[in-house]
């Protein structure tokens, strides 16, 4: 069985989320070489995304890319498990995985722009719903997603 990882980060300039998402796919492909890591054209970090021996498909970016392109590309090669390291994912794909990090958009909206806002508090937590499991980075984390978002512990 293959898994397939969602590498939109590779697309993001480096933070915290984008820094865990490469360093868990690296382990990743030493573990499981035959992971296959999936990404919009518009990749930044290139030799990361060689090393990992990336694939671009789909014609679109951003959000956009993770929503339309993304899940129909894995419809179309039997919809295999993916995983999702940097707090986003398909909403319409319902063999995911997601690692939600923090939900700062949710307790400081002001912080980013409304849009963005608007956009992760809609998104965020119906993925959560959709997803197979969630990964968390503490236990804080986990508690929060139980009490906000009303997901089953054994889940997380």
């Known amino acids: 069985m293959k898994?397939?990882?969602n590498a939109r980060f590779l697309t993001q300039p480096i933070s915290g989320?984008?820094?865990?998402?490469?360093?868990?796919?690296?382990?990743?492909?030493?573990?499981?070489?035959?992971?296959?890591?999936?990404?919009?054209?518009?990749?930044i970090h290139t030799s990361i995304a060689a090393e990992l021996?990336?694939?671009?498909?789909?014609?679109?970016?951003?959000?956009r890319w993770e929503q339309i392109d993304l899940p129909r590309?894995?419809?179309?090669?039997?919809?295999p498990p993916l995983i999702n390291l940097a707090n986003t994912g398909p909403l319409f794909y319902k063999n995911s995985y997601l690692t939600i990090h923090d939900l700062a958009f949710h307790h400081h909206p002001e912080w980013n722009s409304r849009a963005f806002s608007l956009w992760y508090n809609f998104l965020i937590p119906k993925i959560a719903k959709k997803s197979r499991?969630?990964?968390?980075?503490?236990?804080?984390?986990?508690q929060e997603l139980i009490k906000?978002?009303?997901?089953?512990?054994?889940?997380?």
Do not use: W
């Open 3 to 5: 898994l397939f990882i």
């Open 53 to 63: 021996g990336a694939i671009t498909i789909g014609k679109n970016t951003g959000h």
């Open 133 to 142: 499991g969630i990964f968390t980075v503490s236990d804080t984390m986990k």
């Open 17 to 43: 989320v984008q820094r865990y998402g490469i360093e868990c796919s690296r382990q990743i492909k030493k573990l499981n070489p035959e992971t296959i890591f999936v990404t919009p054209a518009n990749i």
């Open 73 to 79: 590309y894995l419809k179309s090669v039997d919809s």
């Open 148 to 156: 906000y978002y009303h997901i089953p512990e054994h889940k997380i």
